[in-house]
């Protein structure tokens, strides 16, 4: 048990010291990486949005 909890504590601190090694985006690189991950998901949406009603209509086709 004493080991385990020795453990979690080295465990937290090494995590620690890693995310003090982070590089952190400032506030224009956030907001860059914020529009091209919502202009990626709205573009994809749409992709799949025309598939789905290609589909759709090939199956409307057949029956």
Do not use: C, H, Q
Request: aromatic share 14%; charged share 20%; glycine share 4%.
């Amino acid at each position: 048990m004493k080991r385990s909890f020795k453990s979690l504590i080295s465990f937290f601190s090494e995590s620690w010291a890693e995310l003090k090694k982070v590089r952190w985006p400032n506030r224009k690189e956030l907001t860059n990486y914020t529009l091209i991950v919502l202009g990626t998901v709205v573009v994809m949406t749409l992709f799949f949005w025309v598939v789905d009603i290609g589909i759709s209509a090939v199956i409307e086709a057949i029956i």
